[in-house]
């Protein structure tokens, strides 16, 4: 069995759903289950409603926006009479419903119910339109399948239950599921975080023994550059899962860091290609690496944190301190990328993911001095060497370098 991987730019618009048949066509095997992410954008404008709803503003003309626009993809798939239209309608008044009806103030948990429903709106469409179209396939809701905790927002795989439900599926047909969610022993929709989509299709590839893993992009395969900061740039036509995992530590956005280990654990192949030129090999992940020239990798993350620290009384940092540091980071569910430290200060770059970044600081201002700058880039470089070690971009300023053996990492601000 094969799985397929769509993220929301294959689908953001009817002509990119229409696209979707291309793919199915060039890649002919029915049994396969294509896992697909919110339609474009929704999963941002369905976090803007959560945030609406804790702020206590309305929400309503929000959410009716996000309607009109799946109708308005919809009108161009399928004749008016089509159930769709019913069930796309009767989706979205029990989101306006629960809305009104949630009265919990667990930020986390709302999140997951909201914004996870984006998922089981596109699947539908996408499923309705290819059925429509002549390629028969199965609507899964992958809640019913993948288990988990309730951690919401980073939700934990309960395997045991999730690799014995997965197993129930008949690997002779053609099933269209969601990523990103799943649910807890209470049938509450839990999320993987952003991008997890990735993650949701190498859970299905590990408990079903998956022949292969296809993740479709709107890029050619895994670059060595991010191509909305970077002119040149190289098309990897292999990488191992290793050098990928780095790849997606340090920010690139092409997989999801927790991906690969289910796939490493079976030795899956996993292909990055372009649904857009559906033809092209793309970048092949797996155990082997056939590339035999070591490429410089630059990679982009924005809006970071960068927290500078240093002690109240004039004195070195000692390992209880670090220890107080990393503690409560660990604590807020904090991501760090850099750290930098002297006797007398410690630099941590860090990404506040879960909003927590206030209380984190309230927290460390208790016992350090501490300085923050926002919004900074963090540049990484991968495999560096003399020809591209003085790295220099116009209009921005900066702040901090780090050189190790194998990569050295800028933090910049804009002048």
């Given at each position: 069995m094969k799985i397929y991987k769509f993220g929301g730019s294959s689908i953001k618009n009817y002509k990119r759903i229409k696209n979707l048949s291309k793919v199915i066509k060039i890649n002919k095997n029915n049994n396969k289950i294509m896992v697909l992410s919110a339609i474009g954008k929704n999963t941002n404008k369905l976090e803007k409603v959560v945030n609406n709803f804790f702020i206590k503003k309305n929400t309503y003309i929000q959410v009716l926006n996000i309607y009109?626009?799946?109708?308005?993809?919809?009108?161009?798939?399928?004749?008016?009479?089509?159930?769709?239209?019913?069930?796309?309608?009767?989706?979205?008044?029990?989101?306006?419903?629960?809305?009104?009806?949630?009265?919990?103030?667990?930020?986390?948990?709302i999140y997951d119910q909201i914004v996870g429903s984006g998922e089981l709106i596109s699947t539908k469409i996408v499923s309705e339109y290819l059925n429509l179209i002549g390629f028969t396939n199965f609507w899964l809701d992958c809640r019913n399948y993948i288990k988990t905790d309730n951690s919401y927002r980073e939700a934990h795989v309960n395997w045991q239950q999730t690799k014995k439900k997965i197993k129930k599926i008949n690997k002779n047909f053609f099933y269209i599921t969601q990523g990103f969610i799943?649910?807890?022993?209470?049938?509450?929709?839990?999320?993987?975080?952003?991008?997890?989509?990735?993650?949701?299709?190498?859970?299905?590839?590990?408990?079903?023994?998956?022949?292969?893993q296809t993740t479709w992009k709107d890029v050619p395969g895994i670059l060595n550059a991010d191509p909305i900061f970077f002119f040149k740039k190289k098309i990897f036509k292999s990488l191992s899962y290793k050098e990928t995992l780095e790849l997606s530590y340090y920010g690139a956005s092409v997989i999801h860091p927790k991906t690969l280990y289910p796939l490493k654990e079976k030795k899956i192949p996993l292909y990055i290609r372009s649904f857009i030129f559906p033809k092209k090999?793309?970048?092949?992940?797996?155990?082997?690496?056939?590339?035999?020239?070591?490429?410089?990798?630059?990679?982009?993350?924005?809006?970071?944190?960068?927290?500078?620290?240093?002690?109240?009384k004039f004195s070195f940092f000692l390992e209880k301190d670090i220890s107080f540091i990393f503690k409560y980071i660990s604590y807020y569910k904090m991501n760090f990328f850099l750290i930098q430290n002297s006797p007398i200060s410690i630099s941590i770059c860090i990404e506040d993911k879960f909003n927590n970044l206030y209380f984190l600081i309230k927290k460390f201002k208790k016992k350090f001095i501490i300085k923050l700058l926002n919004n900074v880039y963090l540049y990484t470089?991968?495999?560096?060497?003399?020809?591209?070690?003085?790295?220099?971009?116009k209009k921005y300023k900066l702040i901090l370098r780090q050189i190790n053996s194998d990569y050295i990492q800028w933090i910049l601000k804009l002048n």
């Amino acid at each position: 069995m094969k799985i397929y991987k769509f993220g929301g730019s294959s689908i953001k618009n009817y002509k990119r759903i229409k696209n979707l048949s291309k793919v199915i066509k060039i890649n002919k095997n029915n049994n396969k289950i294509m896992v697909l992410s919110a339609i474009g954008k929704n999963t941002n404008k369905l976090e803007k409603v959560v945030n609406n709803f804790f702020i206590k503003k309305n929400t309503y003309i929000q959410v009716l926006n996000i309607y009109k626009n799946h109708i308005k993809i919809i009108n161009n798939l399928f004749i008016k009479n089509n159930f769709i239209f019913k069930y796309i309608k009767y989706f979205f008044n029990e989101l306006i419903f629960l809305l009104k009806k949630k009265k919990s103030i667990k930020y986390h948990f709302i999140y997951d119910q909201i914004v996870g429903s984006g998922e089981l709106i596109s699947t539908k469409i996408v499923s309705e339109y290819l059925n429509l179209i002549g390629f028969t396939n199965f609507w899964l809701d992958c809640r019913n399948y993948i288990k988990t905790d309730n951690s919401y927002r980073e939700a934990h795989v309960n395997w045991q239950q999730t690799k014995k439900k997965i197993k129930k599926i008949n690997k002779n047909f053609f099933y269209i599921t969601q990523g990103f969610i799943g649910a807890d022993n209470n049938y509450f929709t839990t999320t993987f975080g952003r991008e997890g989509s990735d993650y949701t299709a190498s859970i299905f590839s590990f408990c079903l023994n998956a022949e292969s893993q296809t993740t479709w992009k709107d890029v050619p395969g895994i670059l060595n550059a991010d191509p909305i900061f970077f002119f040149k740039k190289k098309i990897f036509k292999s990488l191992s899962y290793k050098e990928t995992l780095e790849l997606s530590y340090y920010g690139a956005s092409v997989i999801h860091p927790k991906t690969l280990y289910p796939l490493k654990e079976k030795k899956i192949p996993l292909y990055i290609r372009s649904f857009i030129f559906p033809k092209k090999k793309g970048t092949l992940v797996s155990a082997t690496y056939i590339n035999n020239v070591i490429t410089s990798c630059f990679i982009v993350k924005k809006q970071q944190k960068l927290i500078f620290f240093s002690k109240k009384k004039f004195s070195f940092f000692l390992e209880k301190d670090i220890s107080f540091i990393f503690k409560y980071i660990s604590y807020y569910k904090m991501n760090f990328f850099l750290i930098q430290n002297s006797p007398i200060s410690i630099s941590i770059c860090i990404e506040d993911k879960f909003n927590n970044l206030y209380f984190l600081i309230k927290k460390f201002k208790k016992k350090f001095i501490i300085k923050l700058l926002n919004n900074v880039y963090l540049y990484t470089l991968l495999h560096y060497n003399v020809n591209n070690i003085n790295f220099k971009i116009k209009k921005y300023k900066l702040i901090l370098r780090q050189i190790n053996s194998d990569y050295i990492q800028w933090i910049l601000k804009l002048n």
